[in-house]
Structures are given as C-alpha cells and as structure tokens.
Nanobody
Framework: QVQLVESGGGEVQAGDSLRRACAAS????????CGWYRQAPGKERELGAG???????KYADSVKGRFTISSDNAKSTVYLQLNSLPPDDTGVYYC?????????WGQGTQVTVSS
C-alpha cells in the first residue's frame, strides 16, 4: 500500500504561480511513474503532466511551457510547478503513482484561479 499526500493547493490570482507536492508514504523508487491530473468543473479528470521511469516527462498541450513536473527521489515526492495560471486552470488536482501494478491516488486538492 502507498498513501499519497498532496499539499500546495489553494486560491491564486490569474498569472500567479503555484507549487504542488505529492509525498508517498514509502520509498517508491527512483524509476517512478507518476502523474498530475486535473478535473475541471463539469469535466472528466485528465492528465496534465506525467513522469515515466523517473525521467521522461509528458504534458498536455494546454499546459506545455507552463507546468513542470519533477521528483525528489530522496523524499519520494513528486512536484508540479504551475506558472502563468489562467482561470481555466481551476479544478481539483490529483497526483497518482503507479507502483507494482497498482495505481494509487492522492486525496485531490482544489486549485482556484481568480481573474
């Protein structure tokens, strides 16, 4: 079992930056596969950024150049840096981690971007 605890959400103004963190309850290895998902109001959850095998990264077109996913292996923590936030980035953000055949989810945290 792996618990993922998220931090760093909240309300910001358009154009602001935010840093999210997702800490795993145990060591999930350096070659981790993790992702950050966003669920906007009335829409399905979608992948915003992912890190695969601890190195390769992938971003949704809507966040390329603005979001950066990174990891700290010593802390088993994955980060998401969100820059230049527009109101459209409002939603509940979830982190996920794929460990030994099981996909684990964080509790989800609201991010609200006000215009």
């Amino acid at each position: 079992q792996v618990q993922l605890v998220e931090s760093g959400g909240g309300e910001v103004q358009a154009g602001d930056s935010l840093r999210r963190a997702c800490a795993a309850s145990r060591n999930i290895g350096s070659k981790k596969t993790c992702g950050w998902y966003r669920q906007a109001p009335g829409k399905e959850r979608e992948l915003g950024a992912g890190i695969y095998g601890g190195r390769a990264t992938k971003y949704a077109d809507s966040v390329k150049g603005r979001f950066t996913i990174s990891s700290d292996n010593a802390k088993s923590t994955v980060y998401l840096q969100l820059n230049s936030l527009p109101p459209d980035d409002t939603g509940v953000y979830y982190c996920s981690s794929y460990v030994r055949g099981t996909n684990y989810w964080g509790q989800g945290t609201q991010v609200t971007v006000s215009s």
